[in-house]
């Protein structure tokens, strides 16, 4: 059975975070010695939420011994079928959109920011279908077509994508990071670092 929840909050999610997964290992009546594997979102997506999903995943990943298996926004967003060329994207800020090539459900290439409106012809395909953010303007600049929606919600497209991974043996073993497309908006501070005294 698959329990999920959620809370908006617009600070404190690193505290909240494993009380409420303890919260719902009671709902299951399961605990910390049931869990086999971790599947853990990379992004991209917010810096911070990324960073605090993928470090708790790392953390008890080591504590418990078992596998933590990072899952791209990228992946959890394709199209259900087994294609040799997808392009998918996801909103980014100003207009933009993150673009990840793959072939037979594999990233065939590093993700990258585009303009949905003008796309790089580079990314053009024969057969290319093309999954997410604004797909039917990008498909038709690219002459692809439009793939359809995945099946399930988020939490279940997570857990079957990090089933699937950890049977056949992909990423396992490999910690996850998180996915930065670009740099962050925040600026590194303008004041000098403290002197650290001997």
């Given amino acids: 059975m698959l329990h999920s929840a959620v809370e908006p909050m617009t600070r404190g999610q690193a505290e909240r975070l494993i009380p409420l997964i303890e919260e719902l290992q009671a709902a299951d009546g399961t ?3 049931d869990i086999a594997a971790i599947g853990v979102g990379i992004g991209p997506g917010n810096f911070t939420g990324i960073r605090i999903a993928v470090a708790a995943a790392r953390g008890l990943a080591l504590g418990l011994g078992v ?3 990072g899952l791209s926004s990228f992946e959890l967003a394709r199209a259900p079928e087994d294609t040799p060329a997808e392009l998918v994207l996801l909103e980014a800020p100003r ?3 993150y673009a990840q090539l793959f072939a037979h459900e594999r990233p065939a290439q590093p993700p990258e920011l ?3 409106s003008a796309p790089p012809a ?3 395909r024969g057969g290319l279908v093309v999954s997410g953010h604004r797909a ?3 498909a038709a600049v690219l002459g692809g ?4 929606a995945p099946p399930g919600d988020l939490p279940h497209r997570l857990s079957r994508l990090a089933f699937w991974k950890l049977r056949h043996g992909y990423d396992v ?5 998180p996915l930065y497309v670009r740099a962050a908006d925040a600026a590194p501070p303008s004041d000098p670092p403290p002197v650290i005294l001997p």
Avoid: H, S
């Fill in 31 to 33: 605990g910390w010695d």
């Fill in 67 to 69: 596998p933590a298996i």
């Fill in 95 to 97: 207009g933009g959109a």
């Fill in 114 to 116: 585009i303009d949905p």
């Fill in 122 to 124: 580079r990314l053009a």
């Fill in 136 to 138: 039917a303007e990008v």
């Fill in 145 to 148: 077509k439009v793939g359809d």
């Fill in 173 to 177: 073993g490999q910690r996850p990071a």
